[in-house]
């Protein structure tokens, strides 16, 4: 079965200082790998993707992920945030197919201090 | 535009009563899901469907029905039996099978944010 981990609930950066969120995953077959961001009280977005190809994966906003999968991490990253980066961000696996399920981690609230 | 309306934004249930909440899309996707999410618990999947006229129940399906009479169409009724249903309800789409593409994202609609009184 697949499992998403991501490590730290809430995570606090100051304005201009990186920012790093960490997703660990587990699957039984080569996974599809998403993050999404969600504003309060609004649905998710999809920030970034990785299918196949370049392990490297640019996203909007100026954040980027890398596919690792002998570590099975696809942290989440961004060399400078901003206040309106402040949300809280989803990682999530699927298999793909027909179904095409996500399974989603706990979720990180990301605060972005002045 | 293309997107997924979900439909009302706020719900509020009685104790011991049935509420359906909506959700259409036009993205002429073929599967289409139910998520719940409770503050640090993340996303968990109630229902899915791959297919008019078929769904399958996800992890936490009990206390919950659906329908899937038509590919735009996939509502969730929150039974009285589901004895903790305050909570956010987001809907998905994804995959056009027409493309054979399978690996595509999802996309959520607003959500609805159901309170029991």
């Known amino acids: 079965a697949q499992s998403v981990t991501q490590l730290g609930s809430h995570v606090s950066v100051s304005e201009g200082a990186l920012v790093l969120l960490r997703c660990n995953y587990s699957s039984s077959v080569p996974p599809y790998l998403f993050w999404y961001v969600q504003y309060p009280n609004q649905g998710l977005q999809l920030l970034l993707k990785?299918?196949?190809?370049?392990?490297l994966v640019k996203g909007i906003n100026g954040f980027e992920a890398e596919f690792k999968k002998s570590e099975t991490s696809f942290h989440l990253t961004k060399p400078s945030a901003h206040m309106s980066d402040a949300a809280e961000y989803f990682c999530a696996v699927s298999e793909g197919g027909a179904t095409n399920k996500l399974i989603f981690g706990t979720g990180t609230l990301l605060a972005v201090q002045p | 535009d293309g997107g997924i309306t979900q439909s009302p934004k706020y719900l509020f249930r009685k104790e011991g009563q049935n509420v359906t909440l909506s959700c259409e899309q036009n993205?002429?996707?073929?599967?289409m899901y139910w998520y719940r999410q409770d503050p640090g618990q993340g996303l968990r999947l109630i229902y899915y469907s791959q297919i008019v006229n078929d769904f399958q129940k996800g992890d936490i399906a009990e206390g919950y029905s659906v329908s899937r009479e038509k590919k735009e169409s996939f509502p969730l009724t929150v039974t009285s039996a589901q004895k903790n249903p305050t909570a956010f309800y987001l809907c998905?789409?994804?995959?056009?099978?027409?493309?054979?593409?399978?690996?595509?994202?999802?996309?959520f609609g607003q959500g609805t944010r159901l309170t029991v009184v």
């Open positions: 990785y299918t196949t190809g370049a392990t």
């Open positions: 998905a789409s994804s995959i056009d099978l027409r493309t054979g593409v399978m690996n595509t994202e999802a996309f």
């Open positions: 993205l002429n996707h073929d599967a």
